[in-house]
């Protein structure tokens, strides 16, 4: 596992989907589209974070096991919500028996791992025969979607005055690793939200809390500073402020 990943996560665990509920709304629409849960099934959570998926799996009838790298997450997680069985795991090395859970789902983190399709073959082999693996991450943007601010085309110009090795995360082929791995009934459907934000500065607070926090970090003061004024600007022309974004929903059968 990556240090520098983790360490990043339980730096930002304290305030992660706090400012901007976007992570907890993904995680709802990817937990509307699961199957219902038949009497004691049971849901694996890798990943979890701060619960966006794990809550909404528990609201919906899941047993809920929560799992998470970053012992900050953990602990929050944990004290949040003591009905669920909350471990920290890494993704690759699951502590638990073959053909155990009903469903694994995975938010916003196959792209984060060092060796994503290790995990994915580890959750094959929890899963009950049968048992869907969802995962949802970031991707190309979906047909007829448009960002409400400029941070995309921000942090594509920014991007170069990285050091070397900055930012995080690897482009993940998710249809071509459930495949690999033996899953079936393969598909994938891409979940878009809406939020209302009070104003730039929230916007910008936004960015502090989840990883593109690493992104802001990395850059050098001035840099961060023009980041900052050229997002509030954008911001602050437009008649509302909205977090407009999506995530791509893959889904597999065990
Ligand atoms: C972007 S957050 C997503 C959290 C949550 N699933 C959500 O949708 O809000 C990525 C999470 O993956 C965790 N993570 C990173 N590397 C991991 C690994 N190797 N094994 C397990 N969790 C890991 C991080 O600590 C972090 O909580």
Known sequence: MSKEVVALFDRVADRYDEVLPFFGELGRLCVDRLPAPGPGGRLLDIGA????????????????????????????????????????????????????????????VMHLLDDPQAAVREIKRVLKPGGIFAITGPGRMPDGFEFADISHALFAEFSRYLPPGGSMGEPFDELEALAEA?????????????????????????????????????????????????????LESRDRIVLRGYAWLSRGRA
Do not use: C
């Open 49 to 108: 974070g701060r619960g966006a998926i794990a809550v909404a799996a528990h609201a919906r009838g899941y047993a809920v096991t929560a799992t998470d790298a970053s012992p900050g997450m953990v602990e929050r997680l944990r004290a949040d919500h003591p009905e669920f069985d909350v471990r920290v795991m890494d993704a690759g090395r699951i502590d638990a028996d073959d053909d155990t859970f009903n469903v694994v789902t995975a938010g916003f």
């Open 182 to 234: 033996g899953f079936t009934d393969i598909d994938e459907t891409d979940l878009r939200i809406e939020l209302p934000v009070a104003d730039a500065e929230t916007f910008w607070q936004w960015f502090q809390t989840h990883g593109t926090r690493k992104f802001l970090d990395e850059l050098d003061a001035d840099r961060r500073a023009q980041f900052r004024a050229r997002l509030i600007d954008d």
